[in-house]
């Protein structure tokens, strides 16, 4: 069954699980699990969309213009995904490159740090998710984050500094003056693709 993957913090309270619902329960339940479906739709186009850019830009003209063309290209995915939806679809990260746009709110830390200790357990990053109902001050939310890995294709521009090319480390020096997303190692948790829609 479809929540049956989803596996959630110990202690927090939410509605999404199969476990002993009501007829009235029943259809909250099945909003949210609309809602699961729908956000793991976009968060799966999103990485789609990322690594598909970024395999292309690499064949094409190698990591230094890749990495200058994800600049432009990889906000822009994001941002195209939040303007179809109307929901915050962000790519963030505890070591974030952008630190305007890819640092990780408390939640959003709180899950990946999670995800980092179930991956050193052993368990598989590609399927980790997550989902809650939060409440902030300005109402309440559907949040989703889905892990984001790193494989082979990531460590020209996110790798340790001899997986660098220098021409990488000399741009990502001046785009980027508080880069932390370096020294990443295969299988490690880069980050999440995290939505956030009102409910
Ligand atoms: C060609 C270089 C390049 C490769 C390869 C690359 N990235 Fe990045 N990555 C970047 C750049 C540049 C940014 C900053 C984009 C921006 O300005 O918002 C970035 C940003 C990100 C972000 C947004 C959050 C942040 O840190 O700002 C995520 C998530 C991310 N990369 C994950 C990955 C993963 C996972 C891989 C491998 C599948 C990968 N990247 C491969 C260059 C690259």
Same mark, same amino acid.
């Given at each position: 069954?479809?929540?049956?993957?989803?596996?959630?913090?110990?202690? $927090?309270? =939410? =509605? %999404? !699980?199969?476990?002993?619902?009501?007829? *009235?329960?029943?259809?909250?339940?099945? /909003?949210?699990?609309? !809602? $699961? +479906?729908?956000?793991?739709?976009?968060?799966?186009? #999103?990485?789609?969309?990322?690594? /598909?850019?970024?395999?292309?830009?690499?064949?094409?003209?190698?990591?230094?213009?890749?990495?200058? *063309?994800?600049?432009?290209?990889?906000?822009?995915?994001?941002?195209? +995904?939040?303007?179809?939806?109307?929901?915050?679809?962000?790519? #963030?990260?505890?070591?974030?490159?952008?630190?305007?746009?890819?640092?990780?709110?408390?939640?959003? +830390?709180? #899950? &990946?740090?999670?995800?980092?200790?179930?991956?050193?357990? @052993?368990?598989?990053?590609? =399927?980790?998710?997550? #989902?809650? &109902?939060?409440?902030?001050?300005?109402?309440?939310?559907?949040?989703?984050?889905?892990?984001?890995?790193?494989?082979?294709?990531?460590?020209?521009?996110?790798?340790?500094?001899?997986?660098?090319?220098? !021409?990488?480390?000399?741009?990502?020096? =001046?785009?980027?003056?508080?880069?932390?997303? $370096?020294?990443?190692? &295969?299988? +490690?948790?880069? @980050?999440? %693709?995290? &939505?956030?829609?009102? %409910?």
């Amino acid at each position: 069954m479809l929540f049956l993957t989803i596996r959630f913090l110990a202690g $927090v309270l =939410t =509605t %999404v !699980s199969m476990a002993g619902f009501s007829p *009235a329960a029943h259809s909250q339940e099945s /909003t949210e699990s609309r !809602s $699961v +479906q729908d956000s793991r739709k976009v968060a799966l186009q #999103v990485s789609q969309d990322l690594r /598909t850019q970024l395999i292309r830009e690499m064949q094409l003209s190698g990591p230094l213009r890749s990495l200058v *063309a994800c600049k432009y290209t990889c906000p822009e995915i994001l941002s195209m +995904q939040s303007r179809k939806t109307g929901w915050r679809v962000a790519a #963030v990260s505890l070591k974030p490159r952008n630190s305007a746009l890819g640092m990780a709110d408390a939640w959003e +830390q709180k #899950v &990946i740090a999670d995800f980092d200790r179930r991956v050193a357990k @052993g368990e598989k990053g590609e =399927t980790l998710e997550f #989902v809650e &109902i939060v409440s902030e001050p300005q109402g309440r939310y559907f949040r989703y984050a889905k892990a984001m890995m790193v494989e082979r294709l990531c460590l020209q521009c996110h790798g340790s500094s001899d997986q660098r090319p220098d !021409s990488v480390k000399a741009q990502l020096a =001046t785009d980027y003056p508080f880069d932390q997303a $370096v020294d990443f190692r &295969i299988g +490690q948790v880069y @980050g999440i %693709v995290s &939505i956030k829609r009102g %409910v």
